[in-house]
């Protein structure tokens, strides 16, 4: 059994995609069998941040009963199983979503950790991955309307009994407007896990396919993520 952790968020591009991408390479470096997988499957586009777009089978296809999961595994950046969900339209429309639950516990048995880049907000998709999940990681940035719609996806991973491991502020910069951690951590009523400040290297990166923390591991938001890795794994 994997330990399952849903990446998700209130607002939609709080840096879901980005958070797992990254935390899946940083997970890998410190030693741990990982496998990540698109559930945003309208939004897909983590085979675009793991340089790995284009595979012939995807999520979609599993999730429209055409493949078997296993076939839908790719290897991606420093040995991470990817699950890439396809970014064509029409593969999209002919997925069923609801065998997302089935997809993912059959993943549960692939790996040592399984990161869930879930679609935003508290729509169908992002409950189920929610709620399959053991633990949740949300996604903010340091301003209200975030951490306001956050507030929701706390909540209703606390109806359904998954653990919130906590929060993570990406995109912070030294812009005053910006919420404190502190406020951030008071409202949402969970710890703050990581804070990842606004870098250009994160678009650098995904320009060539390549996640920050191996393309540009010195850069601030990789040595962010890379110390939320180390956390996670007890190695700090
Ligand atoms: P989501 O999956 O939540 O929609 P993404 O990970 O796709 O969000 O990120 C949304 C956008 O924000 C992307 O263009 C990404 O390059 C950018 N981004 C994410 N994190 C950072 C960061 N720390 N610094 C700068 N840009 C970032
Ligand atoms: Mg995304």
């Given at each position: 059994?994997?330990?399952?952790?849903?990446?998700?968020?209130?607002k939609?591009?709080?840096?879901?995609t980005?958070?797992?991408?990254?935390?899946?390479?940083?997970?890998?470096?410190?030693?741990?069998?990982?496998?990540?997988?698109?559930?945003?499957?309208?939004?897909?586009?983590?085979?675009?941040?793991?340089?790995?777009?284009?595979?012939?089978?995807?999520?979609?296809?599993?999730?429209?009963?055409?493949?078997?999961?296993?076939?839908?595994?790719?290897?991606?950046?420093?040995?991470?199983?990817?699950?890439?969900?396809?970014?064509?339209?029409?593969?999209?429309?002919?997925?069923?979503?609801?065998?997302?639950?089935?997809?993912?516990s059959?993943?549960?048995?692939?790996?040592?950790?399984?990161?869930?880049?879930?679609?935003?907000?508290?729509?169908k998709?992002?409950?189920?991955?929610?709620?399959?999940?053991?633990?949740?990681?949300?996604?903010?940035?340091?301003?209200?309307?975030?951490?306001?719609?956050?507030?929701?996806?706390?909540?209703?991973?606390?109806?359904?009994?998954?653990?919130?491991?906590?929060?993570?502020?990406?995109?912070?910069?030294?812009?005053?407007?910006?919420?404190?951690?502190?406020?951030?951590?008071?409202?949402?009523?969970?710890?703050?896990?990581?804070?990842?400040?606004?870098d250009?290297?994160?678009?650098?990166?995904?320009?060539?396919g390549?996640?920050?923390?191996?393309?540009?591991?010195?850069?601030?938001?990789?040595?962010?993520?890379?110390?939320?890795?180390?956390?996670?794994?007890?190695?700090?």
């Amino acid at each position: 059994m994997a330990i399952t952790i849903a990446v998700a968020s209130g607002k939609g591009g709080t840096g879901k995609t980005t958070t797992c991408a990254n935390l899946a390479v940083a997970l890998s470096q410190f030693g741990k069998d990982v496998t990540v997988i698109d559930a945003d499957i309208a939004m897909a586009n983590l085979e675009l941040i793991m340089g790995i777009e284009g595979k012939p089978i995807t999520l979609n296809d599993v999730l429209s009963g055409n493949a078997d999961i296993k076939s839908a595994i790719y290897e991606g950046p420093a040995g991470v199983k990817v699950v890439p969900a396809g970014v064509s339209l029409d593969s999209f429309k002919k997925a069923r979503p609801e065998r997302l639950l089935e997809v993912l516990s059959k993943l549960d048995e692939q790996s040592e950790v399984l990161l869930i880049d879930c679609p935003a907000g508290i729509g169908k998709e992002a409950l189920t991955a929610i709620s399959a999940a053991e633990h949740l990681l949300v996604v903010v940035n340091p301003e209200i309307s975030s951490i306001s719609d956050a507030l929701k996806v706390v909540s209703i991973a606390n109806r359904v009994e998954t653990n919130v491991l906590g929060a993570i502020i990406n995109r912070v910069t030294e812009d005053s407007s910006e919420l404190s951690s502190r406020s951030i951590e008071t409202i949402l009523e969970i710890p703050i896990v990581g804070i990842v400040p606004e870098d250009t290297n994160v678009r650098r990166s995904s320009a060539f396919g390549v996640p920050i923390v191996l393309k540009h591991s010195d850069s601030p938001a990789a040595q962010s993520i890379m110390e939320l890795g180390a956390k996670l794994v007890g190695k700090q």
